[in-house]
């Protein structure tokens, strides 16, 4: 029994599953005026729910990266009337993980923007508005 438990801690260590910090995501509205951000994420296992974010306020998700590092999740972004001006796109993926503490998005009026950490490289206008029929 010893020698399965050393067993197990040896090969969760060579895997990287053992004190590995988790994964940041944060999503952050810098629209103008009193707009409300909508905010969508999940990923192929967990849909982390709709957030209506005021203006200056983020929503935060911390995970870890699935044993196989294939973790995935979309989001989706909405704003304007009826939130009819929308983005839906790859917020995270693990093959980012190896270089990144955090990662941000960031929705403004032009567009929505991205940056990660602890790269500390300023923000990157990454997707424009897609305005979708009523």
């Known amino acids: 029994m010893k020698n399965l438990i050393i067993f197990f801690i040896l090969l969760s260590r060579c895997l990287g599953q053992i004190v590995v910090e ?31 974010l005021p203006v200056g306020q983020s929503q935060e998700y ?3 990266d699935n044993l196989w590092h294939t973790t995935l999740f979309w989001c989706h972004m909405g704003q304007g009337p009826a939130f009819k001006f929308q983005q839906v796109f790859e917020a995270y993926s693990s ?5 990144v503490g955090s990662t941000y998005w960031i929705g403004r009026e032009d567009g929505i923007y991205f940056r990660q950490e602890p790269h ?15």
Do not use: M, Q
């Not at 093959?95 to 270089?99: A, D, G, I, N, T």
């Open 62 to 64: 911390k995970f870890r």
């Open 95 to 99: 093959k980012w993980s190896k270089y």
């Open 22 to 52: 988790k994964n940041r995501l944060v999503l952050t509205n810098e629209l103008n005026n009193i707009k409300i951000l909508e905010v969508h994420c999940k990923s192929k296992d967990d849909d982390l729910g709709y957030h209506y």
């Open 120 to 134: 500390g490289l300023p923000l990157v206008k990454k997707y424009d508005w897609n305005l979708t029929a009523l």
